[in-house]
Nanobody, 121 residues
Framework: QVQLVESGGGLVQAGGSLSLSCAASGRTFRTYAMGWFRQAPGKEREFVSVISNSGASTVYADSVKGRFTISRDHAKNTVYLQLNSLKPEDTAVYYC??????????????WGQGTQVTVSS
């Protein structure tokens, strides 16, 4: 069992930055790929980024490529998402996820509770 707790969301103006963190419980953190998904009001949950269990490989959605950076710290059992050059269309609840090396929701085994990111124009 893995529990995920996100933090770091908030309100920011367009062009600004935010840093999200996701702390994972349990000694199996290293065995999971970790990812971030987001869900805007009235829309389906969508893939944002994933990092492999080793941290050596990452994938980003085209909509965030070059602006967001995912990383993980095994010593702290934490995965991070740095959000730069934010746009109003980035407004959503951001969810941390643990699971297989995939961009699909079906590959997620565990979800965090979500953290709200709001970007004003």
């Amino acid at each position: 069992q893995v529990q995920l707790v996100e933090s770091g969301g908030g309100l920011v103006q367009a062009g600004g930055s935010l840093s999200l963190s996701c702390a994972a419980s349990g000694r199996t953190f290293r065995t999971y790929a970790m990812g971030w998904f987001r869900q805007a009001p009235g829309k389906e949950r969508e893939f944002v980024s994933v990092i492999s269990n080793s941290g050596a490989s990452t994938v980003y959605a085209d909509s965030v490529k070059g602006r967001f950076t995912i990383s993980r710290d095994h010593a702290k059992n934490t995965v991070y998402l740095q959000l730069n050059s934010l746009k109003p269309e980035d407004t959503a609840v951001y969810y941390c996820a643990a699971g297989s090396w995939t961009t699909s929701i079906e590959g997620v085994d565990y979800w965090g509770q979500g953290t709200q990111v709001t970007v004003s124009s």
